[in-house]
Nanobody, 119 residues
């Protein structure tokens, strides 16, 4: 069984920073892309940032220049460093991993971590 566990969310003032972590565990053979998505109240879940196993990254326009995604392949962990946070960044942040495991291939999601940015 595979699990993704997120940490690092919380309450921060506008202009502040947070760092999210997501560790994948279980019978994992390899992980292709890992990403962070977010869902604000009343809105659809949207991609914030994604990183491939080779380190290629892609960001939503709304977070470019402020967020940085990185990963530690040895630890099966992905990070999201968020700087210059804005109230509109308030959302539940979910990590996502496209991986191969003992049962085949699948996309897994974490349980989500709340990020709240006060003005």
């Amino acid at each position: 069984q595979v699990q993704l566990v997120e940490s690092g969310g919380g309450l921060v003032q506008a202009g502040g920073s947070l760092r999210l972590s997501c560790a994948a565990s279980g019978s994992i053979f390899s992980i292709a892309a890992m990403g962070w998505y977010r869902q604000a109240p009343g809105k659809q879940r949207e991609l914030a940032a994604v990183i491939t196993s080779y380190g290629s990254t892609n960001y939503a326009d709304s977070v470019k220049g402020r967020f940085t995604i990185s990963r530690d392949n040895a630890k099966n962990t992905v990070y999201l460093k968020m700087n210059s946070l804005k109230p509109e960044d308030t959302a539940v942040y979910y990590c996502n991993a496209d991986l191969a495991y003992s049962g085949g291939y699948s996309v897994y999601w974490g349980q989500g971590t709340q990020v709240t940015v006060s003005s």
